[in-house]
């Protein structure tokens, strides 16, 4: 549900209001609307009373979103509006206030309220911490947006080239997407203080945050996969997937297959790989069984060709990226973890 212009304004005051009601020693009063200062303005303005000290003015940022950029653009917004009243206290509320934005928010010592009433406020003796509350408005079109398949390919490319600094044109043609989109990509990782601005373009800040929410929000399971039994061992089978034809090989290994390349930490039974021409051509040709579980190969078709960029050809075996084998191996139960993490720590965090 978006909320915009006075309904998110009523909505914000209202949830602002519902918790100063919980203090039985302070009321708030809304007094005033869009407030204009200066060349800006308020949205509006509240008389906090609080029994024993002095009135306060309460002053209201309302926010579509809560991510970082947004937040701290509203903090010193009103940080510097504050000036113009007596004895001023600052409180952004916004349907949903991400974790990062949260702490920003904590930093500039201003309160925040999100629409589920979660909230930090410290103003005078008054101190209202509320967490864990269900939020609704949980920014699932920013995170779509940001983890659909094309804008994947755009991430793919930034992770990539962590230290490169970039146009959106050169981005959007190394990641074979529309200018449009790629110019979206930025937009929200912008939105999240994931990048930053420099004189010839912009570039990557934060890989391991955006590596943490890509694999929260990482859905493995739009790809086909294709159980399916070999008698040869693990090594010999993932040399026939490797085997070129015209050119291009069977197939690129993944998860514990990709990670057994980059960093080896965990053992492994069973091998997976991403395949071009069909998951079920492939097990047909090479005369492997296909079973409904328990098979010991994983013939995935992507949901995307994304997940081919960035391949690497390790000691004459493809395989996928090491950040596109760290998002399957989070995606995969048992010992993933174990083995994302080893990649994380031996080859991607050195990279950055």
């Known amino acids: ?56 003015t309460l002053l209201l940022e309302a926010k579509s979103a809560g991510q970082p950029r947004l937040v701290r653009e509203a903090a010193h917004a009103l940080r510097r509006y504050g000036e113009s009243f007596e004895n001023p206290y600052g409180v952004v509320a916004a349907p949903y206030i991400s974790d990062a934005a949260a702490d920003i928010l904590t930093r500039e010592g201003v309160g925040y309220v999100d629409f589920a009433g979660n909230c930090r406020i410290t103003v005078g003796k008054v101190y209202i911490v509320k967490e864990g509350k269900s939020n609704p408005f949980t920014e699932q079109r920013g995170l779509r947006s940001l983890y659909s398949p094309k804008a994947e390919r755009v991430l793919r490319v930034l992770m990539e080239n962590p230290r490169r600094t970039w146009l959106v044109q050169a981005l959007a043609e ?4 529309s200018l449009g989109q790629a110019f979206n990509v930025k937009k929200l990782l912008d939105a999240r203080e994931w990048i930053e601005a420099e004189e010839r373009g912009f570039r990557m800040t934060a890989p391991e945050a955006l590596l943490r929410e890509w694999s929260a929000n990482y859905r493995f399971g739009r790809s086909r996969t294709v159980e399916v039994y070999a008698m040869e061992s693990i090594d010999a089978v993932e040399r026939a997937i490797a ?32 395949v071009r021409a069909g998951a079920d051509s492939v097990a047909a040709e090479m005369r492997w069984k296909r079973v409904p579980s328990g098979g010991n190969v994983s013939l995935i078709e992507p949901y995307d060709e994304g997940v081919f960029a960035g391949g690497k050809d390790v000691e004459g075996v493809a395989v996928v ?32």
Not at 174 to 177: H, L, P
Not at 245 to 258: D, H, I, K, N
Not at 337 to 346: C, D, K, L, N, V
Request: charged share 25%.
């Open 1 to 56: 549900m978006k909320l915009n212009g006075p309904e998110l304004e009523r909505r914000a005051a209202k949830v602002v209001a519902e918790c100063f009601a919980d203090v039985p020693f302070c009321s708030l009063r809304w007094t005033r609307w869009r407030v204009r200062v200066g060349t800006g303005g308020i949205d509006a303005l509240g008389r906090l009373s609080i029994e024993g000290e002095a009135d306060r």
């Open 174 to 177: 190394a990641a074979q997407v």
């Open 243 to 274: 085997e070129r034809r015209a050119g291009e090989p069977r197939g690129v290994l993944t998860a514990f297959s990709a990670a057994a390349r980059f960093a080896p930490a965990v053992r492994y039974q069973k091998v997976s790989a991403y």
């Open 321 to 352: 990226s090491p950040v596109q084998a760290y998002l399957d191996l989070q995606a995969n139960v048992g010992r993933g973890e174990e083995a994302a993490e080893a990649i994380y720590r031996e080859v991607l965090r050195p990279s950055w």
